[in-house]
């Protein structure tokens, strides 16, 4: 938490916690099977998640994707 909060504050940002765990655990993977293809389809990224993967480095996937 502490290293999380040090990441955001050096991008300029500073959000409540709960925020930050309410927007994380909204984000979702969702597959779908048909005919013999997958398909890994996310939510879409509400408040602070954009952010919060932009401060630690970490791409957001793609919202569709074959798996």
Known sequence: MKEL?????????IFEWAD???????LQETVIEENGKRLAIRSQCLGTCGKVFQAVGVAIPPTIREI
């Open 5 to 13: 909060n040090r990441r955001l504050e050096t991008a300029g940002h």
């Open 20 to 26: 930050i765990k309410q927007d994380l655990k909204s």
